[in-house]
């Protein structure tokens, strides 16, 4: 299963979670602003992970994150088999 970790309130983690309805078995969707710990589980993950080292010097929050089994993580939805949101991005940076 791939973790999902958004927000809401991100055009880019809306258009994200609209792909995974009904594919529950599949994603996990994680909204990191519902609960403290689920924050903190984020800020954990992106601390130690290089893959968010471009989205910290630009000032990006890095979400979409997708977290793999394997243990990959990735800012790119392409790489979870998703689509990235056509429209102008807010909150992450291009893949």
Do not use: W
Not at 5 to 32: K, S
Not at 42 to 55: A, G, K, Q, S, W
Not at 65 to 89: M, T, Y
């Amino acid at each position: 299963m791939i973790k999902i970790y958004g927000m809401p309130t991100c055009p880019d983690c809306a258009y994200v979670h609209e792909q995974i309805i009904g594919r529950e078995d599949e994603f996990q969707y994680i909204d990191i602003g519902e609960q403290v710990r689920f924050m903190k589980e984020f800020i954990r993950l992106r601390d130690n992970n290089p893959v968010f080292d471009e989205c910290k010097k630009k000032g990006s929050i890095g979400i979409p994150a997708f977290a793999f089994e394997d243990g990959r993580v990735s800012i790119c939805p392409e790489d979870a088999g998703l689509k990235s949101n056509p429209g102008n991005a807010s909150c992450a940076i291009e893949c």
